[in-house]
């Protein structure tokens, strides 16, 4: 069963059980993906890699928005968001430990010999090429590259 199969299969099961809030966010989820498939024209299946990108968007977008409803004092709207996240993280892969970002930060300095923060971007590249296969956390890697670096 592909990814995108598995979200639609839960999404009927929410709607059996009426969670109104895990069926809002599957729907969403699956709005998303179709308009990225109406995008690549008729006919177009997206991979499981490629509906793992466009969820992590999703969650991206989610965690941002977190942040700035926490900031301007939204708690309740920041509550929804978190809960639209829990349910979009089902679907990722398992993301990487900050142990395991500083590990292959650690080997990608390594391998690319690197030693100042002008080659912040061989870096970033190739600690993320040792990531491959987890949902990362893009800034997280980038904060460990900047302080070993520096």
């Known amino acids: 069963m592909s990814l995108k199969e598995r ?6 099961a929410a709607m059996r059980a009426k969670d109104a809030n ?3 966010t599957l729907r969403m989820a699956k709005a998303a993906l179709m308009n990225e498939e ?3 024209g008729v006919g177009t299946v997206l991979t499981d890699d ?3 990108k466009i969820l992590t968007t999703l969650v991206k977008q989610r965690k ?3 942040e700035q409803f926490t900031a301007n004092g939204r708690s309740e709207l920041a509550e929804k968001e978190r809960s639209e996240l829990a349910v979009l993280e089902e679907y990722l892969p398992l993301s990487a430990s900050a142990e395991e970002i500083a590990t292959a930060v650690d080997q990608a300095i390594a391998d690319t010999g690197a030693a100042s923060m002008k080659e912040m971007g061989i870096v970033m590249k190739a600690a993320l090429a040792k990531l491959a296969g987890k949902t990362v956390d893009g800034k997280l890697v980038s904060e460990t590259v900047r302080s070993k670096l520096s």
Request: glycine share 0%; no cysteine; hydrophobic share 40%.
């Open 7 to 12: 979200l639609v299969a839960d999404m009927t």
């Open 22 to 24: 895990r069926l809002s």
């Open 38 to 40: 109406n995008k690549r």
């Open 50 to 52: 490629e509906v793992t």
């Open 64 to 66: 941002d928005s977190i």
